[in-house]
């Protein structure tokens, strides 16, 4: 189905381990974004991409990793999960295949524990 | 920087009854507005957006007025149902480059029959 998709949709680490987020868009975006929601803080940009190849940090970018060689998938790795870490993580894509590049359309989320 | 600022909640309402929750922006350039909707156990989906000053946003009898004299983008329903219960979102962006979203922290919206 056409979309956006995250994957595992829950997860639960422990602290020290490396966890990778996947996010999966049909739409060939060429954004494409990662978020954080907290509570009280709504969503925090981690990292953000234009194209593959091309990526950048955003204000909360410390202790993650992103990549992007292809236009559809772009991962989040969190290289060793702290507690500060627990949250909900959203992936999101914009771009002109939806007729304009600034709204942004948003995956599940994949809910991430730390213990 | 460039922030949003909105109501905190929650905001518990009974059915039928009239809705304003309130957003207001500081931004250096010329921002869009964007009202973002998240109902329980899922992502954010667009409610509304406008681009320019005086611009009107609505959908699903949602509407939001893009007033740059006050730097804010209220959100209203004239009849709210219980349907409606979710959590609201209101965010800018800046014109070009990314088109990087920046949110308020959200408001619950809680409605009852």
């Known amino acids: 189905d056409a979309g956006i998709t995250q994957s595992p949709r829950y997860k639960i680490t422990e602290t020290g381990r490396q966890v990778t987020l996947m996010c999966h868009q049909t739409?060939?975006?060429?954004?494409m974004f990662w978020y954080r929601q907290d509570l009280g803080h709504g969503l925090r940009l981690i990292y953000y991409?234009?194209?593959?190849?091309?990526?950048d940090k955003g204000e909360v970018s410390d202790g993650y990793v992103v990549s992007r060689s292809k236009t559809e998938n772009f991962p989040l790795t969190l290289e060793s999960a702290t507690r500060s870490q627990t949250s909900v993580y959203f992936c999101?894509?914009?771009?002109?295949?939806?007729?304009?590049?600034?709204?942004?359309?948003f995956g599940p989320g994949t809910r991430l524990t730390v213990l | 920087g460039d922030s949003v600022t909105q109501m905190e909640g929650p905001v518990t309402l009974s059915e039928e009854a009239f809705l304003t929750i309130n957003c207001t922006y500081t931004?250096?350039?010329?921002?869009?507005l964007f009202w973002y909707v998240q109902y329980p156990g899922e992502g954010l989906q667009l409610l509304l957006k406008?681009?320019?000053?005086?611009d009107k946003g609505s959908n699903k009898g949602f509407e939001a007025t893009y007033r740059k004299e006050t730097t804010s983008f209220h959100l209203e329903k004239g009849s709210v149902q219980v349907s409606d219960s979710a959590v609201y979102f209101c965010?800018?962006?800046?014109?070009?480059?990314?088109?990087?979203?920046?949110f308020g922290a959200g408001t619950r919206l809680a409605v009852h029959p």
């Open positions: 991409s234009a194209a593959a190849d091309i990526t």
């Open positions: 739409w060939s975006h060429s954004y």
């Open positions: 999101a894509s914009s771009g002109w295949a939806s007729g304009t590049t600034d709204t942004q359309y």
């Open positions: 406008a681009t320019k000053a005086d």
């Open positions: 931004a250096t350039g010329y921002p869009s």
């Open positions: 965010a800018l962006s800046i014109s070009g480059g990314y088109n990087k979203l920046i």
